[in-house]
């Protein structure tokens, strides 16, 4: 078969934070800055999911080390592992 098998999507989660007051605003620029690059309005939220996905992603020795974990990584969490490993 060409279809790998469909890897079951983990549930998103809410998570609260308190940023830094400079971090903030920091944020709050990045998505203007985003909006004067992009042309679209994005949310804090949004930036912040965007940031911390594309860190996690592209840190290699992370995803090395978790393509080498990932049945002790989804045995943790109860599920799959990460199924964009790079």
């Keep these: 078969m060409r279809l790998n098998k469909v890897e079951q ?3 998103s989660a809410q998570v609260n934070v ?3 007051g400079k971090l903030k605003a920091e944020l709050d ?3 203007t800055y985003y909006q ?3 042309g679209d309005a994005i949310g804090i ?3 912040i999911v965007e940031i ?3 860190f996690v992603e592209s840190d290699r020795k992370f995803q090395s080390w978790l393509k ?3 049945n002790s990584v989804a045995d943790m969490n109860g599920g799959p ?3 964009e490993m790079r």
Excluded: C, D, W
């Design 29 to 31: 620029g990045y998505a």
């Design 18 to 20: 308190t940023l830094p």
């Design 52 to 54: 911390v996905r594309n």
């Design 45 to 47: 939220r949004r930036i």
């Design 68 to 70: 080498r974990h990932s």
């Design 36 to 38: 004067h690059i992009h």
């Design 81 to 83: 592992a990460h199924s």
């Design 9 to 11: 999507q983990l549930k």
